[in-house]
């Protein structure tokens, strides 16, 4: 079983960035799948970016395309979001999740059932 653990969250202005890093603790050769997911108050968890283990973005969602870069350092066993460009609009809860497969696309976006491991999640807050 892998640990998640999600750090960097806070509180930045509009236009400001963040980068929030995901260490994977324990096995992680069953991590095919790597992504974050959001969650803001009164709305459901969505799948904001994914990609492959080993490399490979397989899915960005509209609202954060050309703003929100997912990464990894395998050496480290870290995912990272680089987040620039920030809106009110991105506050939530950020979640690291691993799953066992990364087949997403805008027709079948990345939902919480697939992935099988998450983390505690940190709160990004975006003020006008």
């Known amino acids: 079983q892998v640990q998640l653990v999600e750090s960097g969250g806070g509180s930045v202005q509009t236009g400001g960035a963040l980068r929030l890093p995901c260490a994977a603790i324990?096995?992680?050769?069953?991590?095919?799948?790597m992504g974050w997911f959001r969650q803001a108050p009164g709305k459901e968890r969505e799948g904001v970016v994914t990609?492959?283990?080993?490399?490979?973005?397989?899915y960005t969602a509209d609202s954060v395309k050309g703003r929100f870069t997912i990464s990894q350092d395998n050496a480290k066993n870290t995912l990272y979001l680089q987040m620039n460009g920030l809106k009110p609009e991105d506050t939530a809860m950020y979640y690291c999740?691993?799953?066992?497969?990364?087949?997403?696309?805008?027709?079948?976006?990345?939902?919480?059932?697939?992935?099988?491991?998450w983390g505690q999640g940190t709160q990004v807050t975006v003020s006008s």
């Open positions: 999740a691993a799953g066992p497969n990364c087949l997403y696309s805008d027709y079948r976006p990345p939902r919480v059932t697939d992935f099988r491991s």
């Open positions: 324990g096995s992680t050769y069953r991590m095919y799948c």
């Open positions: 990609m492959k283990r080993g490399g490979g973005i397989t």
